[in-house]
């Protein structure tokens, strides 16, 4: 960018102010990234933040941190417009969800478990079953289907899940 303006002297004279580069810091796990532009990657800002020295990995799980405490995942080729003070959360990939055994929330880590898994995880957060119980799983059509100790079931969130001890004929 060029400049005219007129000296003490009178005179005319020209600057030339080369623009300056855009530099923004955002936090990841509260430590400084600095970029010097408005826009990247989620793959990008995780690069980002290795090269300057937070201890996370390229494969941990991005997070935005918003108001109100919420979050939202930011995938690796999602673009973010940066800007001061944005605030980030990269976590190892964890796969939890919540499931619920005989009306109780039961909070299971993994991506499948078997139906003798989901009891013991049950047992072990305070539901009143034994592992010996019939589990079944309650489908959305209203049906239900027994899960045996052997059964792998795909976990995902809200599967709904009743256990009976073996000689309830209910």
Sequence with gaps: MTAEFANSSGEHE???HEPETPHVTVLVNDQPVHFQRHKATGAEIKAAAIAQGVPIKEDFIL??????????VIHDDEEVHLRHH???LARPERHEVTVTVNE???KLRNKTATGAEIKAEAIKQGVHIQQNFVLQEELPNGM?????DSDVVHLREHLR????APDDNS
Excluded: K, M
């Design 144 to 148: 239900s289907r027994i899960v045996g």
């Design 161 to 164: 899940f009743t256990a009976i």
């Design 86 to 88: 944005l605030r980030f």
């Design 63 to 72: 997070y935005e941190e918003l108001p109100e405490g919420d979050s939202r």
């Design 104 to 106: 109780q929330p039961v």
């Design 14 to 16: 020209h600057i030339h």
